[in-house]
């Protein structure tokens, strides 16, 4: 798919469902997942409980900045998003969920930051969550890391939760291995190619830690409930809710405990 042809994918997805978990995923288990890696990262760099600037690049229909607002009380969001009708659909949902007052959407998009009207200067955290990914070729990726890196303050953090395509051939790996046939990205995403994105994150001076937060619940999800269900990937199978608890409840203990073959990764780069 050509930049038009993904931005209509978006439009027609948020046209769709609105203000449902739909508009952005198909999965539940996997934005609790996603929230929940955002929320315990936030606690670990020390922002729980401060008043604090953060801004969400493709923020949908604002589902992250409302799961965290709901965390964090002393937060303020911005959400951008370069669909109108996601940005309508977040604003409806600010309103009716009682975020309006901790919240700002707008249209902007991730290669144009700095012309977007109406946001900070810099921000104590920026995040994205599977944006990046709807950007091609790899060097528009890196120049939008690029200008998301100079919305973070000094000693403030830039997260991204992208997919990967290393992680993502893992996966594949494990799949062969019990005789599935390995998946396919969908056309409107470009994974993330880490020999390529991590030098760019190092030349931008950053530092950079990566989470692995969601291997086991993608591990169940897309290896081995198929492998006993037809090859049928069910996004409400009982194991799938099963690994999703787990996955959290040792998350808190432990990072990256079930190895890297999730097809999300959580990158954290914090500027010094």
């Known amino acids: 798919m050509d930049s038009e042809q993904v931005r209509a994918h978006w439009r027609n997805w948020a046209s769709k469902f609105g203000t449902a978990l739909g508009a952005t995923t198909r999965t539940e288990t996997a934005k609790t997942l996603e929230i929940d890696a955002l929320a315990r990262r936030m606690c670990m760099i020390g922002l729980g409980d401060m008043p604090a600037h953060v801004l969400e690049v493709g923020c949908g229909n604002g589902l992250n900045c409302f799961g965290l607002a709901a965390q964090f009380p002393r937060m303020q969001f911005h959400g951008i998003d370069y669909t109108a009708e996601m940005i309508d659909a977040a604003r409806e949902a600010a309103t009716a969920n009682g975020f309006r007052d901790r919240s700002s959407f707008r249209i902007g998009n991730a290669l144009e930051l700095s012309k977007t ?130 996955n959290i409840a040792v998350s808190a203990e432990t990072s990256s405990a079930f190895g890297a073959f999730g097809q999300g990764r959580m990158f954290v780069c914090r500027k010094p």
Do not use: W
């Open 117 to 246: 009207p109406g946001l900070l200067a810099q921000y104590d955290v920026v995040f994205t969550d599977r944006c990046l990914i709807n950007i091609a070729p790899v060097d528009l990726q890196m120049r939008a890391i690029t200008g998301l890196a100079a919305k973070v303050r000094k000693g403030g953090h830039l997260i991204m939760i992208e997919n990967s395509m290393a992680t993502y051939d893992r996966q594949n790996h494990c799949r062969a291995l019990l005789d599935l046939p390995a998946r396919t990205p969908a056309a409107f995403n470009l994974f993330f190619d880490e020999t390529r994105i991590l030098p760019h994150l190092e030349t931008l001076g950053l530092e950079v830690e990566i989470e692995d937060f969601i291997s086991l619940h993608d591990l169940m999800l897309y290896v081995l409930a198929p492998a006993i269900n037809g090859g049928t990937v069910d996004y409400d199978h009982p194991l799938v809710h099963a690994a999703t608890r787990l």
